[in-house]
């Protein structure tokens, strides 16, 4: 497991760092870990990540499939970067995609693309089950935690990299970039099923996480035992 040295990358934990940074490069946040912004939303941008291995060939990509990202990702190729695989956390990324699976898995030099097999992709890409035991998730230290979704499947994405990183995809949205508060929340949920049962899944979730990492909303840095136990609690609770 590789520790973070807080020195080093003090400057870029912040929301007016990401929101400074240029659309479609990706910034370092922290030791091999780095976002990249797509297209703008109700919360700033849609943002994906990207996770470098530590043998410094390997690169993991997380919801990176929008069009503004496409010139970085062929730019990895072309500076040697090996992509092991496209991971897409639920549905709503693939509907935001550029092009087809296929044209998005050449343009990354062939990396496979993951997803959920309960989400219904009408592409003829084969994409594999982000669910399942995969050796490129073992290769970066990652486990994939199964959850509801609006109309498929969703999931949250853990590595042990960086003393604990959990990326929530739709699952937890951070606040604006321009709000002064950094709170987390859930999605408004088709069906009330849908809302208890992600609720729950909050509730039980136990890996201790430094960093929080959303697709919508400003990521969370540094995240102490007691933050990470208050984020739980407001994404597990049920308003009456």
Do not use: C
């Amino acid at each position: 497991m590789k520790k973070v040295d807080k020195m080093e990358v003090l400057h870029s934990q912040s929301a007016e760092f990401i929101q400074k940074g240029e659309v479609g490069k990706f910034l370092k946040l922290i030791p091999d870990t780095f976002i990249i912004k797509g297209s703008e939303e109700e919360k700033g941008f849609n943002q994906g990540y990207a996770l470098r291995h530590l043998n410094r060939k390997d690169i993991l990509l997380i919801d990176v499939v929008e069009k503004e990202t496409l010139k970085a990702v062929k730019l990895l190729v072309e500076d040697g970067y090996t992509i092991k695989g496209i991971l897409l956390s639920n549905s709503s990324v693939y509907k935001n995609a550029y092009s087809d699976l296929k044209t998005i898995s050449e343009d990354a030099g062939g990396a496979p693309i993951f997803a959920h097999p309960r989400n219904s992709i009408k592409d003829n890409y084969k994409t594999k089950d982000i669910t399942a035991k995969q050796e490129v998730l073992k290769h970066f230290e990652i486990d994939v935690y199964d959850l509801p979704g609006n109309g498929g499947g969703s999931v949250l994405i853990y590595s042990d990299f960086n003393d604990g990183m959990l990326f929530t995809g739709e699952d937890a949205i951070g606040s604006s970039y321009d709000a002064e508060e950094n709170i987390f929340s859930r999605p408004t949920m088709d069906s009330k099923n849908s809302e208890f049962g992600l609720a729950e899944s909050w509730g039980s979730f136990e890996k201790p996480f430094s960093y929080l990492f959303p697709l919508h909303g400003k990521p969370g840095f540094n995240l102490e035992e007691g933050q990470q136990t208050d984020i739980l609690n407001k994404l597990s609770r049920i308003q009456s």
